[in-house]
């Protein structure tokens, strides 16, 4: 008989299929990420570095309450203000934190509109989204503001330029004309400014013209100088080609509002939801010049924007969008990374509205990241919307969004909404994927579902095993977990299960293997199952049976045929 050897970590659980393996990225034989390059050595980057503290970093929740507030009669907003700008002015902990501002249960009157601005440290919690309303009667603009200096050149500091013919996408390492005023733990901007002749290539001359402020900005940190070369701590989102062209790179003073959050409440915009045709303009929270910030489990309400998250390294996450603008025409953004890098936006639903649920805008450098996150309501589209971002990562959109694409917006002057993206396991109605057909240009759709309708003729896109799920499930947490570890990836909400075998029976030559995690949630987990008759081999010496994973009850039957012989065998089923 068959032996059976067991060493088991599981993530999450959902129905139970066999994936395929993406060209692009896959599995090895230990069950480790490998990626394909083209021939300049494109290839998929790295995005778990997106998130609070760069991805894996739970969020605080154990800060204390230094302020608590009341409802008043009538306007609130000063006394919110109030209670943010006094916790803003207490000692900071070692962690930078400052203090809570509690909301205490009730429906705030809000007649105008609330700010962080460098009010660093400071947390506006409700209590709960169920018991704490901020109710915002503006007509426009933006309700709450986390927002501080922004980001600078250092006043006199060296701008060095890229010598290298080719930086592929990914690239961790390039050669400069100097390393002067540089050195290891120096942060940097590595810059690709939009010059004319690939504006042109890639069609865009009519819509941006030819003599533009457009860049690619990609914040890093210098983590080894070897001569002239020069590497960087996280992969760059975009190649950097002499042809097209000149990439440059200097010092920063980073000048942003930095550790602070709104959380458990619900926002309700009263203009949008008496005039709900006319609310594409009110946005809900900013996260402007932000770092280290989130806004998590709100529920908005009535607005035309939910979130718009620029800055760097934060996150968004558990929330509810419902009552968005339904004026048949332009949709405006639910939720959208505007000029944003290293951030991610995790477990949104859109329950109802007109609108473009998951957009960009605006050159963000990324990596960036939407993660499960899913519409149940009707009229939701997706996708990025303009000016070239780079480095986005859908991974696993889902539910009743009608098109996710990346296409030319003419309208607006808004133009190719995003390159060098990667749309991943996602689940749609219908899909429209472009890119510029210029030599060695992506935009990739890997794996998920739906109908494709794009132009495979004009500007196509990349499509790798476009009908079929592939593994991993999720490419971000997958490669946050090998980054980091599992822990990472329970640290950001995603449970880790550890299953039991229940039986092996073998039939004739079959081998059929039940087993149980104990555990039914709605999200998944993939294994694969190694085999060898060399218990000593290393596992990357093992054989990939297969990859399936665990019904949403938490079980799993697999029937392993023609596989019981003489010979003895050794099976390990491995996350």
């Not at 609310?279 to 908005?300: D, P, Y």
């Not at 473009?356 to 050159?363: A, G, M, S």
Request: hydrophobic share 35%.
């Amino acid at each position: 008989m068959k032996s059976l050897f067991l060493s088991i970590l599981f993530l999450f659980v959902m129905t139970q299929i066999i994936f395929a393996q993406a060209d692009w990225v896959h599995f090895d034989n230990s069950s480790t990420l490998v990626y394909s390059n083209d021939n300049l050595g494109n290839h998929l980057i790295d995005y778990s570095y997106a998130g609070y503290k760069s991805g894996g970093v739970a969020i605080p929740t154990n800060m204390a309450a230094q302020q608590t507030i009341s409802v008043i009669s009538g306007d609130n907003t000063a006394n919110i203000q109030n209670a943010i700008n006094y916790v803003g002015t207490l000692t900071p902990d070692t962690n930078g934190f400052r203090g809570v501002g509690l909301l205490n249960p009730g429906t705030y009157e809000m007649d105008g509109t609330l700010t962080f601005n460098s009010n660093n440290g400071v947390v506006l919690r409700g209590s709960g989204t169920n018991n704490t309303t901020l109710v915002f009667y503006g007509t426009s603009g933006t309700s709450i503001t986390l927002s501080g200096g922004g980001v600078n050149h250092i006043s006199g500091a060296t701008t060095h330029y890229i010598t290298d013919s080719y930086v592929p996408l990914g690239a961790t390492n390039f050669h400069l004309d100097s390393v002067s005023e540089l050195g290891v733990g120096t942060n940097i901007v590595v810059e690709r400014p939009f010059m004319a002749a690939w504006i042109t290539a890639i069609g865009m001359s009519n819509l941006w013209g030819t003599n533009t402020t457009y860049y690619t900005d990609a914040e890093r940190k210098i983590t080894a100088i070897n001569g002239n070369q020069v590497t960087v701590d996280i992969p760059l989102p975009t190649p950097i080609e002499s042809q097209w062209t000149v990439g440059d790179v200097w010092r920063y003073k980073d000048g942003r509002v930095q550790q602070c959050g709104v959380e458990n409440m619900t926002v309700s915009s009263n203009f949008g939801l008496t005039n709900k045709a006319q609310n594409g303009g009110i946005l809900a929270i900013s996260l402007g010049n932000a770092e280290n910030c989130w806004v998590r489990n709100i529920a908005f309400n009535g607005y035309g924007g939910a979130v718009s998250c620029g800055g760097k390294w934060n996150t968004v996450q558990d929330c509810t969008f419902v009552n968005g603008p339904n004026n048949g025409s332009a949709r405006p953004g639910a939720f959208e990374f505007y000029n944003a890098q290293l951030s991610l936006i995790q477990r949104i639903t859109g329950i109802s509205g007109f609108e473009h649920f998951l957009q960009t805008r605006d050159e963000g450098a990324g990596p960036n990241v939407f993660l499960y996150c899913n519409t149940i309501g009707t009229n939701f589209d997706s996708g990025p919307h303009r000016l070239w971002a780079t480095g986005l990562l859908t991974d696993n959109e889902s539910g009743t969004v009608n098109n996710i694409h990346d296409v030319i917006t003419t309208g607006g002057g808004n133009g190719w909404g995003a390159g060098f993206s990667v749309f991943y396991n996602c689940q749609s109605t219908n899909h429209t994927i472009q890119c510029p057909a210029v030599t060695n240009h992506y935009n990739w759709w890997i794996g998920g579902s739906g109908a494709n309708i794009s132009d495979l003729v004009n500007n196509p896109a990349t499509f790798d095993y476009d009908g079929t799920m592939v593994a991993p499930q999720s490419l971000y947490l997958e490669q946050l977990k090998e980054r980091l570890g599992v822990q990472a990836v329970e640290n950001i909400g995603y449970t880790i299960e550890s299953p039991r075998i229940a039986s092996v029976v073998v039939s004739d030559k079959n081998l059929q293997v039940t087993a149980s995690n104990n555990s039914a949630n709605s999200n998944w987990t993939y294994w694969t199952l190694l085999q060898s008759t060399n218990l000593s081999l290393p596992l990357s010496q093992w054989r990939t049976d297969r990859i399936v994973i665990f019904s949403a009850n938490g079980n799993l039957t697999t029937n392993i045929i023609n596989v019981v012989t003489n010979s003895q065998s050794f099976y390990i089923l491995k996350q």
